[in-house]
């Protein structure tokens, strides 16, 4: 595709709900990243997946929060039991090769997460 | 661990003026790059300007231009010209170049308003 897409672009949760977004990264694109990005904050790391592998999860917030990416392309965070501190923006992004070099990271459009 | 600071919340500038976006950071390592993103209301985060550490030449993009000063850990942003479409959440952002520190640290971004 011509960038990164993420769905739903918003999505409003009850307390205690389960929800999972969705990123397609580039086409090609080795690594992908997911980020949080709080209201009025800047993005702040969560997990990392080089092809299928996950070799980072160290920002995950709690054990309520999984990523996967099974396939080594599309990925999917999901948040179980949501509550309000999880209301944010949460950013995918992806990257063509290793993490060494100067590789930008191309950011989707982000999901509003609300959890009411 | 690294942390990125930009102390200005907002900043306001006149079409066609210039303005410049502080950015400070702290770090151990010796060789790094350092991004500035562009957010616009869309959310989605555009790249404007990278710097590698190692050189000493300050990066310029057409009406974008950095002073990086690698003693002091300043990495400031000039835009020239401004136009209305640069109104939008400047993030600074770090990225180590060490295995494991692949992550884009941020810092709490500036809000560029542009009167016109």
């Known amino acids: 595709g011509a960038g990164v897409s993420q769905s739903p672009r918003y999505k409003v949760a009850k307390r205690g709900q389960d929800v999972a977004l969705r990123c397609d990264p580039i086409?090609?694109?080795?690594?992908l990243f997911w980020y949080q990005q709080a209201l009025g904050q800047g993005p702040e790391f969560l997990t990392y997946?080089?092809?299928?592998?996950?070799?980072?999860k160290s920002g995950l917030p709690s054990d309520r929060f999984f990523a996967e990416r099974p396939e080594g392309s599309v990925s999917t965070l999901k948040i179980q039991r949501t509550q309000q501190e999880d209301s944010a923006v949460y950013l995918c992004?992806?990257?063509?090769?290793?993490?060494?070099?100067?590789?930008?990271?191309?950011f989707g459009p982000g999901t509003r997460l609300t959890v009411l | 661990a690294q942390t990125v600071t930009q102390s200005q919340p907002e900043m306001s500038v006149q079409e066609a003026e210039t303005v410049t976006l502080s950015c400070t950071y702290d770090?151990?390592?010796?060789?790094?790059?350092l991004f500035w993103y562009k957010q616009p209301p869309s959310r989605q985060m555009i790249l404007v300007i990278r710097?590698?550490?190692?050189?000493?030449q300050n990066a310029t993009e057409n009406r974008f231009s950095v002073n990086f000063q690698k003693a002091a850990k300043s990495f400031s942003l000039k835009i020239s010209d401004s136009q209305l479409g640069d109104a939008a959440m400047y993030f600074c952002?770090?990225?180590?170049?060490?295995?494991?520190?692949?992550?884009?640290?941020f810092g709490t971004g500036t809000r560029l308003k542009v009167l016109a």
């Open positions: 710097q590698e550490a190692y050189k000493q």
């Open positions: 992004a992806s990257s063509l090769v290793w993490v060494s070099g100067h590789n930008e990271q191309f």
């Open positions: 770090t151990s390592e010796s060789d790094y790059y």
């Open positions: 997946f080089q092809n299928e592998a996950q070799l980072d």
């Open positions: 086409s090609g694109h080795v690594s």
């Open positions: 952002a770090y990225r180590g170049l060490n295995e494991g520190t692949y992550k884009y640290i």
